[in-house]
């Protein structure tokens, strides 16, 4: 069974870091791109970054290029979205995915002063 499970949200002030975590499980992790998505309340799902299987490559949404960093260490099956200069509307529930077939459960991240 495919497992996606974040960690790492909660609440920051504006300007703020978390660093956020997803640890897979019941798939070859090494072997797919690993996508973040998050919702603001009340809107749909917002693509923000992926990273490629290897870890080599990572494509940001333009609204978080420069702030976000997104890692992943395949021996752990596991990818870190570093999240830095954190706003108010960036305030939602973060997912990892695989594609859009398989999400996480979330988890939340508030910013607000």
């Known amino acids: 069974e495919v497992q996606l499970v974040e960690s790492g949200g909660g609440l920051v002030q504006p300007g703020g870091s978390l660093r956020l975590s997803c640890v897979a499980s019941g798939f070859t992790f090494g072997s797919y791109d690993i996508t973040w998505f998050r919702q603001a309340p009340g809107k749909g799902p917002e693509w923000i970054s992926v990273?490629?299987?290897?870890?080599?490559?990572?494509y940001y949404a333009d609204s978080i290029q420069g702030r976000f960093t997104l890692s992943r260490d395949n021996a752990k099956n596991t990818v870190s979205l570093q999240m830095n200069s954190l706003k108010v509307e960036e305030t939602g529930v973060y997912y990892c995915?695989?594609?859009?077939?398989?999400w996480g459960v979330g988890t939340q991240v508030t910013v607000s002063s």
């Open positions: 995915t695989i594609g859009v077939m398989y």
């Open positions: 990273i490629s299987s290897d870890g080599n490559t990572a």
